[in-house]
């Protein structure tokens, strides 16, 4: 069983940064894939950003390629999504999610746990 707090959301102007962090609790954190998910009003649940056990591999939806940056602390339990050149596009509710896995997948369905999200709105 593991426990997902997020926090660091807010609002930003366009161009701005935003970090986001992620507290689990529980145990085998480092047993865990960590990923980053965002959802809009009317709009599906999207895949940001995901990160391998040890962190040795990361992944990055389309929309967060070169803009967003994922990180994890396996001492801390922590992981870490840092958002650079915010756009008003990138307004969502931004959910950190765990499963228990070897390899990072971008569906929503395989991940077991979830926070209760953080807003992020981004103004022009």
């Known amino acids: 069983q593991v426990q997902l707090v997020e926090s660091g959301g807010g609002s930003v102007q366009s161009g701005g940064s935003l970090t986001l962090s992620c507290q689990a609790s529980?145990?085998?954190?480092?047993?865990?894939?960590m990923s980053w998910f965002r959802q809009a009003p009317g709009k599906e649940r999207e895949f940001v950003s995901g990160?391998?056990?040890?962190?040795?591999?990361?992944e990055y939806g389309d929309s967060a390629r070169d803009r967003f940056a994922i990180s994890r602390d396996n001492k801390q339990n922590t992981v870490t999504l840092r958002m650079f050149n915010l756009q008003p596009d990138d307004t969502a509710v931004y959910y950190c999610a765990a499963y228990f896995a070897l390899d990072v997948s971008r569906s929503p369905i395989d991940y077991q746990y979830w926070g209760q999200g953080t807003q992020v709105t981004v103004s022009s």
């Open positions: 990160i391998s056990r040890v962190g040795l591999k990361v």
């Open positions: 529980g145990r085998l954190f480092s047993g865990y894939i």
